[in-house]
């Protein structure tokens, strides 16, 4: 079956509330589900479909990465969701938690993702960077091999799921009496309770460990983007895949220029003559020395555009520009042949000739000029 938007799916717009998601779905899952529709083959797989949709978009960290990315998951299963049937939709909606969050059948139980964030400076988002990240997880333990079990002290079968690690209830919704399974609070989805801990791992199965991973940034992230690594979060239990890493990107501050997608922002300092006669201005860009061309006439408030001196789209391409706020210097304070020069020019524009301004050294000096 294709994959469709998952906001076209439940038909909500990009901005619905997690209320609106979820009255959505409850809405067309009634309509969908196949128990209403028996004559309907068609059904079963237009209610997987909503569950997909609903699994991602009630999910932030997935919601995320499809308004970044434009994808949910790019792990094993597919881009939107990790599902492992009918069951288990009908399960995260009505009582079971999302799939990801549950064990496994049969004893095994996944993994908890990981999250860490880093900071990239606004050169590194228009090349890119590779990082060699550092970071705490959980691993299997060495001394047990995961059963959190000393070495020779088998393990039981747990008395509350008899070794199902999943336990059944019958609740009443609005399609009737519904059998939902979720995980044995009592051994947590193993199927088996530890009767002698490991030592090391004190029966969890796993102990903490430093882990390195490397991670190839692309060109163009935006700020608060995630990145998504499958496999390399905690470790699973008894055969339980591994939890995911996120990276959250954050993008420092940089004091000089503003940012709006690809474009970049800053102001031009120049005098009263290069904005009146133009000048050639060698300026500091974001990774390079630029020349910026300030046309004669330039007003306080203009803006000038170079072109390519911003960022780059996502994985690269065409660079943004680099928008200058012209912003003119008018010095404090004036000299008596500044001032003389300053009336003559005024004299000759054709422009008002200032008179006494009643206070200040340049008020002063016109006055004295004019006696």
């Known amino acids: 079956m294709s ?45 997987k479909e909503i569950g997909e949709a609903y699994s991602v978009l009630s999910d932030p960290a997935k919601r995320s990465r499809l308004d970044q990315f434009g994808i949910a998951d790019d792990a094993e299963g597919g881009p939107f969701f990790e599902a492992g049937g009918i069951a288990d939709l009908f399960d995260m909606f009505f009582g079971g938690g999302a799939p990801r969050e549950r064990a496994g059948r049969g004893g095994a139980r996944n993994g908890d993702d990981v999250r860490t964030d880093i900071e990239l400076t606004l050169k590194e988002v228009i090349y890119g960077t590779h990082r060699d990240l550092t970071l705490q997880r959980m691993a299997q333990c060495e001394a047990c091999g995961g059963t959190g079990s000393e070495k020779g002290a088998a393990p039981e079968t747990c008395p509350t799921c008899r070794g199902q690690g999943m336990v059944s209830q019958v609740r009443s919704t609005i399609l009737g009496n519904v059998r939902t399974s979720t995980t044995c609070p009592t051994c947590r989805g193993a199927g088996v309770t530890v009767r002698e801990p490991c030592v090391k791992c004190h029966g969890r199965g796993l102990v903490p460990e430093t882990a390195r991973v490397s991670l190839t940034v692309p060109p163009g992230v935006e700020n608060g983007a995630t990145m998504h690594l499958p496999g390399q979060g905690n470790d699973g239990v008894a055969g339980g895949r591994p939890g995911d890493l996120f990276v959250v990107l954050e993008v420092k501050t940089d004091r000089r220029f503003q940012r709006q997608g690809q474009m970049l922002f800053t102001t031009l300092d120049i005098t009263f003559a290069q904005a009146a006669m133009g000048d050639t201005i060698e300026m500091q860009g974001v990774d390079e020395t ?72 340049i008020g002063a000096l016109f006055k004295k000029r004019k006696k």
Do not use: I, M
């Open 290 to 361: 630029l020349s910026v061309e300030v046309p004669p006439g330039t007003q306080p408030g203009e803006r000038l555009a170079v072109k390519g001196a911003g960022l780059p789209p996502l994985h690269g391409g065409r660079r943004g520009d680099l928008v200058l706020g012209v912003q003119v210097r008018v010095p404090k304070k004036v000299n008596e042949a500044q001032v003389a020069l300053l009336r003559e020019f005024a004299e000759v524009s054709g422009e008002p000739v200032p008179k006494s301004a009643g206070s200040g050294k």
């Open 3 to 47: 994959k469709r938007d998952p906001y076209e799916v439940l038909g909500v717009p990009k901005d619905a509330s997690a209320d609106e998601v979820k009255s959505a779905y409850r809405r067309l899952a009634r309509r969908y589900h196949p128990d209403v529709n028996p004559n309907d083959p068609s059904a079963e797989e237009k209610f």
